[in-house]
């Protein structure tokens, strides 16, 4: 119990069941070696600046899964998920345009409104709001959530795999009613990045041409909104054949495998990796044309390394541009993909592979690493 919560705040703790990392690395498949495991806490009420949210439903993405197997080491225990939705049923004194009742979108990087990064027009993350991220605390500092054995972390501000979530309301955007609870939960990270990796930070004119590299949830969601704006020309790419063939579902004009994209030199003139791995960035460089742009917004491990020739960027004008978080300021951005969704020009349904139970997370990180699965999406 951590200094923030009071004794009259201890007794209206709200008694929750999450999904808490116990411990990183441990061998798959994580069905057996269980690293996760769904157990009971007590949630602190929200601070002045935070809120309550009951979860309705959280997308399993591959920023969980990379805490799991420890390409992005974080504290431990640590009560995971970053990709959510739910319905406000409480909040702090100082909060005023969020309220009880209303549906919320998580978004796993807060922005506090008042730092460097914020400044930047979603260019660069919020200064806070990352240092609340590394050390698993709030955005105001400390713990909400806590065991028998003491403080639990929290993951990227959110804890969305659990009844219920405390966040700050830097970390939350109002949606309205119609949009479904699974809709708005992939809104938060899959479309929030993959979509802004394609209309912030990649930014294609009428006549270009646009590639993804890697389709998971990220990969798709830029897809599909590539689809929505009338993109020219565009080109899928990924190692497995079901994932191109969902690709041409979507809407993606021609699709290939990587090796056939270097093979045949295949370019486009703006290409965007969204796989979270060194090849695949690799080929994302080669794979842009003369005057193009390639867009990272895949994380791969720290120690990852890629080869690309410097002289291409020169002698070809090229641009690389990493994007984080899509580049995105959430509570401009998530309405604005609300409305495609509401206009049916952006169905982000088609993105969910499956809907599962919260005692399923173990065997889902496994469908996670083996590549298989776009979308997960845990119903509560």
Known sequence: MDAYESAAQKERSLHITGAVLEEIGRPRPYRESRPIVVRDLELSPPGPTEILVRMEAAGVCHSDLSVVDGNRVRPVPMLIG???AGIVTDRGADVRDIGVGDR???SFLPRCEDCSGCAADG?????PGTAANNAGEMLSGGFRLTDDDGSVHHHLGVSGFATHAVVDAASAVVVGADIPPEVAAVLGCAVLTGGGAVLNAARPGPRDSVMIV????VGMAALLVAVAEGAS??????????K????????????YT???VLDDGIRADRVIECAGN???FETAVTATAAGGTTVTVGLPAPSARAEISPLIITAEARTIVGSYLGSAVPRRDIPRYSQMWRDGRLPVERLISSRIALSDINSAMDQLADGRAIRQVIMF
């Open 258 to 260: 990587p090796r056939q």
């Open 104 to 106: 919320v979108v998580m």
């Open 123 to 127: 260019r660069l993350p919020c200064v």
């Open 214 to 217: 890697g389709l998971g949830g």
């Open 233 to 242: 020309r565009i080109v899928a790419v990924d190692t497995l054949e079901e």
């Open 278 to 280: 060194a090849r695949a």
């Open 244 to 255: 191109l063939r969902e690709a041409t579902a979507l809407g993606a004009h021609e699709t």
């Open 82 to 84: 970053h990709e959510a």
